[in-house]
């Protein structure tokens, strides 16, 4: 076996590419975790906003078809539009009607009742009310 004497200039120089050698390769590697964790984000995201457009795309045909109605009040044929309406739904878990200044009737997946109107949480573009929380009496 062959004996390598070197000098501390060789030794820092080997350890100088070792080290070089070692970050090229951990940088190769981070940037392909990066690559791959980018486009993973990126599919999540698409696949998040075409769920969005979905739920809006059902909202608006409800809303159109429930709007062409006509209907007044909260009796029966109303209430059983809605249900139909809400069973037909993929996204839709409730559906909730104006009857008074006070009153909402609602259809939900376990239940019809009326609640107590509150303010919405929030209103779209579409003048479309949005509550979060259900609000019923007790």
């Known amino acids: 076996m062959k004996e390598y004497n070197l000098s501390i200039k060789d030794w820092a120089l080997v350890i100088i590419i070792s080290t070089l050698m070692m970050s090229v390769f951990f940088s190769l590697g981070l940037f392909a975790l990066q690559n791959q964790f980018r486009k993973e984000l990126d599919q999540q995201v698409d696949q998040a906003l075409t769920k969005i457009q979905d ?28 249900q139909k309406t809400l069973f037909d739904s993929q996204y839709i878990k409730g559906i909730s009607f104006k009857e008074s200044a006070n009153s909402i009737c609602n259809v939900g997946i376990q239940n019809t009742r009326t609640t107590k109107k509150t303010s ?5 573009p579409k003048k479309i009310s949005v509550w979060l929380k259900e609000h019923t009496n007790k």
């Open 120 to 124: 919405p949480d929030f209103i779209g």
């Open 55 to 82: 739920v809006v795309k059902e909202a608006q045909v409800t809303l159109l078809y429930l709007n062409s109605l006509n209907v007044v009040g909260c009796g029966p044929i109303t209430l059983k539009e809605m």
